[in-house]
């Protein structure tokens, strides 16, 4: 299927454009091919060469997304103890997970400076990140599309299935992920007026517009009637190791 992790990668790696490069490492990852020269060329990249991130918000959403899926299983490879710890929680989210142009990003960096335009973690995604980075001021996407979170794999169990973003498809291609989880996590119950939501849900509230904003969100997915006004409840998350979820 076009924009999933079996695109081809770029032949000869001739092209070295931002996007690509992010798109062939994931798939790199996914087929257990060597990655060096491609996480090498993405290290090497000036600022120049990542302008389009600067201009173009589908481009950034297609390169971030692929850089952090890909960083997920970089670790998960190379550094599994991290996962495992005790302490993985912080271990793993904030381990040197990839290198663009010349700086070293933890997923940490990547889902909250970036992505979600320098969102905290903390707060139930209300409050801005306080270590906000020059890097992450220079690249960070402003606002925070929800559907980013339905888009990123942590490597536990709960999270979604892994796509290869591409720019020209990214609008279709989050909707797709978004309604594959929501029809496959969320739980409706009419009689008792209460829907059941993934627990990044809760995490990320902020991010959605509250719980009017999560249920908006719900109905344009089809998720609950049109005309509901359901109570949320929010599920639980498995954490499992699942290293290797990606769509078919």
């Not at 060329?41 to 997304?65: G, H």
């Not at 997970?97 to 320098?118: P, W």
């Not at 993934?198 to 719900?218: K, M, N, T």
Request: with cysteine; aromatic share 10%; proline share 5%.
């Amino acid at each position: 299927m076009a924009g999933q992790a079996t695109a081809t990668p770029s032949a000869g790696g001739s092209d070295t454009s931002p996007t690509a490069l992010a798109r062939d490492l994931l798939v790199a990852c996914k087929r257990g091919d060597s990655t060096a020269s491609l996480r090498a060329t993405l290290a090497a990249l000036d600022d120049s060469a990542l302008r389009p991130l600067r201009e173009d918000r589908r481009t950034a959403l297609a390169f971030w997304l692929n850089c952090y899926n890909a960083g997920t299983q970089l670790l998960l490879g190379e550094r599994p103890e991290l996962y495992d710890s005790p302490l993985g929680f912080v271990r793993f989210f904030w381990a040197p997970a990839i290198t663009v142009a010349g700086t070293s990003l933890s997923l940490d960096r990547i889902e909250n400076g970036l992505l979600r335009g320098g969102r905290s973690k903390y707060g139930l995604g209300y409050l801005p990140k306080l270590l906000v980075s020059t890097f992450e001021q220079r690249y960070r996407l402003s606002g925070c599309d929800p559907r980013v979170h339905f888009a990123l794999n942590c490597g536990a169990e709960s999270c979604p299935a892994i796509r290869a973003y591409e720019p020209e498809q990214i609008d279709r291609q989050l909707d797709l992920a978004t309604r594959s989880y929501l029809e496959a996590t969320v739980a409706y119950d009419a009689d008792e007026n209460l829907v059941r939501v993934p627990r990044v849900c809760l995490w990320f509230r902020g991010d959605f517009g509250g719980a009017s904003g999560i249920r908006a969100f719900l109905r344009e997915y089809d998720a609950i009637p049109a005309d509901s006004t359901p109570k949320i409840r929010y599920l639980s998350w498995d954490w499992t190791k699942a290293t290797g979820k990606f769509v078919e």
